[in-house]
């Protein structure tokens, strides 16, 4: 039985670290990133994602191709099309995006009212979260359009300023939680409550994996496997977020207590099988830090 126990545990750490040397070279490649023009063109090709939606609100459906590199690590570019086929807006050049997650395309109306409609992406971080990004057609400063990302904050400057984390690959919830025809979107994670035991064994394995990348890598591995061995506890409603004509604004205070009380009613009656939820606020400070500590191990940010 410990003998499984242990094949159980060293199974899980090389999943951790295919994750990891995945996430590396798709960050080492994002860096020398040089962005191309995608040709004008409806069809799908195995280099391409190509997703419909209403983006400038007029009623018909235009579609967004985000060309895919060769590699298949980062998107070379990001067209918006109408439906005759005119090019109608483009991710500015120079903007690193990761490469998306296969399928994970989904298409929201932000708000009910103005038609508009979003388009967001997952995209895998670790063993088994995601982080996701929304895009959309907006005027940029010269006036022309273009595609661009909706940010967590007015003054982003840069494209990690506007992605959502999941504690579960594809789990963020998008919703127009109160009925008001503006959209709200949480971002749930695991509360992971407590280490567990890992033998010696699977720390000398862990160590000898990564003693090439240095020990800093070395311990956050071994300080994940006890974390993950310790269980994930209950799900916590990490942030949430309205959108406001312009970007995602973080609900605070009474404004997150208001959304907190709906998404946990809207969780729970949805899966019955759904864990416990609770507050951010509710977190020790070991499980807070620890949530913490993975995101960034994971993205380097």
């Not at 070379?76 to 099309?81: E, K, L």
């Not at 690959?169 to 994670?189: K, Q, S």
Request: charged share 25%; aromatic share 10%; with cysteine.
């Amino acid at each position: 039985m410990k003998n499984k126990r242990n094949l159980i545990i060293v199974l899980l750490i090389v999943g951790i670290v295919m994750a990891y040397l995945i996430l590396q070279n798709n960050i080492s490649s994002n860096r020398n990133s040089a962005v191309k023009e995608l040709p004008k063109t409806s069809e799908n090709t195995s280099d391409n994602i190509k997703i419909y939606a209403d983006l400038n609100g007029n009623g018909q459906k235009d579609y967004l191709v985000l060309n895919i590199s060769s590699d298949r690590v980062r998107v070379d570019s990001i067209i918006a099309y109408d439906p005759v086929g005119k090019v109608i807006g483009k991710l500015p050049d120079g903007m690193p995006i990761l490469a998306p997650m296969t399928n994970s395309g989904k298409v929201y109306t932000p708000n009910t009212k103005e038609k508009n409609q979003f388009v967001s992406f997952d995209f895998s971080i670790g063993p088994h979260s995601s982080e996701t990004m929304f895009f959309g057609l907006f005027k940029l400063k010269d006036n022309s359009m273009g595609v661009l990302p909706i940010c967590l904050s007015e003054n982003a400057n840069e494209p990690s300023a506007c992605l959502f984390w999941s504690g579960e690959i594809g789990e963020l919830l998008v919703r127009d939680l109160d009925n008001d025809g503006v959209i709200e979107v949480v971002e749930t994670v695991d509360e992971y409550p407590k280490d567990g035991p890992i033998t010696t064994d699977i720390e000398k394995i862990i160590n000898e994996e990564f003693k090439d990348l240095g020990q800093d890598v070395a311990d956050g591995m071994t300080r994940i496997a006890k974390r993950e061995q310790g269980g994930r506890g209950n799900k916590v409603i990490w942030g949430l977020y309205r959108y406001n004509g312009s970007w995602f604004e973080n609900q605070l205070g009474k404004k997150y207590d208001k959304y907190y009380t709906l998404a946990k009613e809207y969780l729970e009656s949805s899966n019955p099988n759904y864990p416990e939820v609770m507050r951010k606020s509710e977190m020790s400070t070991s499980s807070l830090d620890y949530n913490e500590f993975m995101r960034k191990f994971w993205t380097h940010r």
